[in-house]
T-cell receptor, first 111, second 113 residues
């Protein structure tokens, strides 16, 4: 399983765009990149998944460069409710995925 | 709500007692996972079922831990002779073959006194 590295924490003001970068230097050809969000005392919640280039949904965007050795989760105009821990994971989305979480990035949104 | 559900949400027990948690996955999902999460850490994989077959177990799953998924639907995780170090959040997730996004339940928080 490809190991990921993320910043431990980030602070942002409300209304700002937040970009969280994850590095995964040994990502395999079949691996997808998935981001989860977790609030205290809740299970992780799926945010977005991608393989290459850019993926956008109603919650976030995911930017993946051509070499796929990193990815950036972009949260537009964050609000206080976006304060959470964000996990980046890589794995083969086509088969069984023994997901390995790191410590994630704790995002604190400041009013 | 058709998401993953877990019961109970909280459990307080005394050291040495046995506890059992239940997970009901999303109905069409054939894969089910158990994780354990301690404070400040990401979830750690414990075990994985495909239908009723338990296909992988982590080294974290000691002899005191057992998981079942008898009919390929709900699953139970039992901890025997609980220890204070077992205090954690126990998370269940499910997914479908070929679409491996895992959907998590709310977790069961265990406190062993």
């Amino acid at each position: 399983l490809a190991k990921t590295t993320q910043p431990i924490s980030m602070d942002s003001y409300e209304g700002q765009e937040v970009n969280i970068t994850c590095s995964h230097n040994n990502i395999a050809t079949n691996d997808y990149i998935t981001w989860y969000q977790q609030f205290p005392s809740q299970g992780p919640r799926f945010i977005i998944q991608g393989y290459k280039t850019k993926v956008t949904n109603e919650v976030a965007s995911l930017f993946i460069p051509a070499d796929r050795k990193s990815s950036t989760l972009s949260l537009p105009r964050v609000s206080l409710s976006d304060t959470a821990v964000y996990y980046c994971l890589v794995g083969d989305a086509g088969g069984y995925q023994k997901v390995t979480f790191g410590t994630g990035t704790k995002l604190q949104v400041i009013p | 709500d058709t998401g993953v559900s877990q019961n109970p949400r909280h459990k307080i027990t005394k050291r040495g007692q046995n506890v059992t948690f239940r997970c009901d996955p999303i109905s069409e999902h054939n894969r089910l996972y158990w994780y354990r999460q301690t404070l400040g850490q990401g979830p750690e994989f414990l075990t994985y079922f495909q239908n009723e077959a338990q296909l992988e177990k982590s080294r974290l799953l000691s002899d005191r831990f057992s998981a079942e998924r008898p009919k390929g639907s709900f699953s139970t995780l039992e901890i025997q002779r609980t220890e204070q170090g077992d205090s954690a959040m126990y998370l269940c997730a499910s997914s479908s073959t070929g679409v491996e996004t895992q959907y998590f339940g709310p977790g069961t928080r265990l406190l062993v006194l």
